[in-house]
């Protein structure tokens, strides 16, 4: 089912197009009650409002696009999407996979303007919902001051820490959700909440991990952060023909080390290699690395090592050109994922698998530490015992076969892999054709979390194709 076939039969789209409903009379109303810019199909700069990170969903048509400039900008939008049944999506950094933050037919509220970044001084940092990481991280730096998060500077916040949020200091610190201590929110019946461990703590609960997209549009973020420190980066690559030797090595090595270490692996038809940070002196890293390549037992081809100031060692992770707020380059590609929940008993089958589409990347991030100290249901993310987590990615543009074959590819890869996977995947990284999504994602935190949406979300405003709140059953065609 594509996706305007589903929204048409929940009663999103009506069938009789989108041209003459709703009226032109509660459009303009509700241009009138914002304080930002509405845009629809046919105004200047339409185009450009509607687009998110990826160029694979220029094609859809969002019946309107509004430029949140306010929370009341927000509860208006969202109040509106309800009343005319019409498919409601916030946009923070626009980097949906799926792009479920281009909503076709429906309306997206962007919160690019919601980019406050406000650092108290005993260093609790207000975030907007549209603050995006190399500025988050950039302002951080400057009180001394670092959120643990992810290395891409052009992520939202919001979409990270809703989904859990993986980055270069959660094996020492935690998830970035897990130093969430508050958050505003406008829910489906239009009103502002403020939640907390205190106040709604099962809504609370539920957007640590629960996901972007379920429950409401968040509009802002009170972060707990810890104090910056200086990280040795390091890189090593390995001969071709050793991916197996390098995964083998790597999971064994990998549980035994300090908190202080994060480790990722780079696995392609033609790469083995694995980089990382390091909260030490290359002094106490060096026997480190030294064990991880006595367990590959090959020589690395290369390795490097050198202390870094932590801005400088988040942007050398990152693969894009953003800096201090610039918007990096959009892109064409499509990701999946899984959870590693315990050593491959044949990491040469699983690379055969990995590394069967020329095109699929494999990037594994090292978990464990301070993220497996949480209990699995302290917060709605689910996979706090997971050894690492596997996100696949494949080019999506024409040269690259369009989307539809890397999505086949990445497929492959996905189901191929064995039961040391299990049913697992990362919400961050929302793959639309993933057998079991539900279960994937969320696993023994599904029923609870289904539990907040039908609380909060009832008649399903924020509903979508791989939402936690109910589709709407009804067509809806005409004014109301």
């Not at 549209?130 to 992520?155: D, F, K, M, Q, Y």
């Not at 939640?195 to 972007?212: I, K, N, Y």
């Not at 030490?280 to 026997?287: D, F, I, S, V, W």
């Not at 057998?435 to 979390?449: E, F, H, I, M, T």
Request: net charge neutral.
């Amino acid at each position: 089912m594509d996706r305007r076939t589903f929204l048409r039969i929940s009663g999103a789209v009506p069938v009789a197009g989108l041209g003459a409903w709703p009226p032109p009379d509660d459009w303009a109303r509700l241009r009138r009650r914002l304080a930002g810019p509405l845009f629809r199909p046919g105004d200047p700069g339409y185009p450009a409002a509607k687009q998110g990170f990826f160029t694979m969903y220029d094609d859809r048509m969002p019946a309107a696009v509004v430029g949140a400039a306010r929370v009341e900008d927000v509860q208006a939008a969202v109040e509106f999407a309800a009343r005319h049944r019409l498919p409601v999506a916030a946009r923070s950094g626009g980097h949906s996979y799926p792009g479920y933050s281009t909503v076709d037919g429906g309306i997206v509220v962007d919160l690019s303007r919601f980019s406050s970044i406000e650092v108290r001084p005993d260093g609790r940092a207000h975030l907007g919902a549209g603050a995006r990481l190399g500025p988050i991280a950039a302002t951080l730096a400057g009180h001394g001051r670092v959120l643990p998060a992810g290395s891409c500077e052009s992520v939202g916040i919001a979409g990270l820490a809703l989904g859990g949020g993986v980055g270069l200091l959660d094996r020492k610190y935690g998830l970035t959700c897990d130093h969430l201590e508050a958050a505003r929110i406008v829910t489906a019946d239009g009103r502002v909440r403020t939640v907390s461990r205190t106040a709604e703590p099962d809504l609370f609960w539920a957007l640590r991990g629960g996901g972007g997209g379920n429950f409401g549009i968040v509009t802002g973020f009170t972060f707990s952060t810890v104090p910056i420190a200086d990280v040795v980066t390091y890189k090593l690559t390995f001969p071709a023909g050793t991916q197996a030797a390098l995964l083998a090595g790597w999971q064994e090595w990998l549980p035994g080390m300090p908190d202080e270490l994060w480790s990722v692996v780079n696995l392609g038809a033609a790469t083995a290699e694995t980089s990382g940070t390091f909260l030490g002196t290359e002094a106490r890293l060096k026997p480190l690395l030294d064990d991880l390549v006595r367990r590959v037992g090959t020589a690395p081809a290369g390795r490097e090592a050198r202390l870094q100031d932590h801005l400088s060692a988040l942007r050398s992770f990152d693969d894009h050109e953003s800096r201090a707020g610039a918007v990096a380059a959009r892109a064409a590609y499509v990701g999946t994922s899984r959870m590693l929940l315990r050593p491959v008993r044949d990491p040469a089958a699983v690379v055969e698998v990995l590394t069967r589409a020329p095109g699929v990347g494999t990037l594994i991030d090292s978990a464990g530490g301070a993220i497996a100290r949480v209990g699995a249901r302290e917060t709605a993310f689910p996979h706090r015992s997971a050894l690492a987590s596997f996100q696949f990615l494949h080019g999506a543009a024409p040269e690259d076969g369009g989307e539809a074959e890397a999505r086949r590819a990445l497929a492959d890869v996905r189901d191929g892999l064995g039961p040391e996977f299990g049913t697992t995947g990362y919400v961050n990284y929302l793959d639309p054709d993933m057998p079991d999504w539900a279960r994937a994602y969320y696993g023994v935190n599904l029923p609870r979390l289904r539990g907040v949406a039908r609380r909060y979300d009832p008649h399903g405003v924020f509903a979508f194709p791989q939402g936690l709140a109910a589709p709407r059953s009804t067509v809806h065609i005409g004014a109301t």
